[in-house]
């Protein structure tokens, strides 16, 4: 497996950019390549020589030196799998019932090389995720209702997965109120942690947007409640 083209992005930017490896230089199986850039959080993206993406990684702290190892290749080994041990990739939140401002929001990129519907959780679980969640949610008090949704950037048709206090999962892939962005309603959530993961349905594909978490009554299409 050959390495033909590196993107090394600020987090805070929504475009990967120019190319770091240049035209004609290429990464060979086995080999290694030192990339220096200026102190900060970034996206990582390497792609084989078809443009095939073999692996991304999201807000990397390279404030000092990192190693990044590719193995690539699309799917990962049989054996990987949503591990809600691992630190989310966008980040968490601690939140008690009635927290301001409502919603919460955040946002992210969907998607990973994880088969969610071979994991065997049920329902609506399906798309490709990261194995890291892709945020974290620390709950506290005594709610009705805890309603969690993301809204694509240009009408990707995403999935959302999350296991809660309980250990139980909830999956979503089109939103009940129609519209192919995701939700999932957790009624009298348990108090504890919340983990999230935003499926795309092909391995690979990543689609950028906003998770939202809410007590209200708001769903994609109609963010006001009104």
Do not use: K
Not at 195 to 206: L, P, Q, Y
């Amino acid at each position: 497996m050959a390495v033909c083209y590196v993107y090394l992005s600020p987090t805070t930017s929504d475009q990967w950019g120019e190319d770091w490896l240049g035209a004609s230089e290429v990464i060979d199986s086995g080999g290694s390549r030192v990339f220096r850039v200026a102190m900060g959080a970034y996206d990582l993206r390497a792609d084989d020589c078809d443009g095939n993406t073999l692996d991304t990684q999201w807000n990397v702290d390279l404030s000092g030196p990192v190693d990044w190892t590719v193995s690539g290749g699309g799917a990962p080994s049989s054996g990987a799998g949503l591990d809600y041990t691992l630190e989310p990739n966008f980040g968490s939140v601690s939140l008690s019932a009635g927290f301001m401002p409502d919603p919460q929001t955040v946002e992210l990129v969907s998607g990973g090389y994880v088969d969610v519907a071979a994991q065997g959780l049920g329902g609506e679980c399906g798309g490709y995720a990261t194995s890291a969640p892709d945020f974290r949610i620390q709950w506290s008090g005594s709610s009705s209702g805890l309603r969690i949704f993301f809204v694509a950037d240009g009408g990707g048709d995403t999935t959302l997965i999350v296991n809660d206090a309980n250990g139980a999962w909830h999956c979503n892939d089109d939103s009940p109120y129609g519209g192919l962005d995701p939700l999932v309603d957790i009624p009298s959530p348990p108090q504890g942690q919340y983990d999230i993961w935003v499926g795309s349905f092909e391995a690979g594909e990543f689609v950028e947007g906003t998770l939202y978490i809410t007590e209200r009554d708001i769903y994609p299409g109609n963010l006001s409640g009104e």
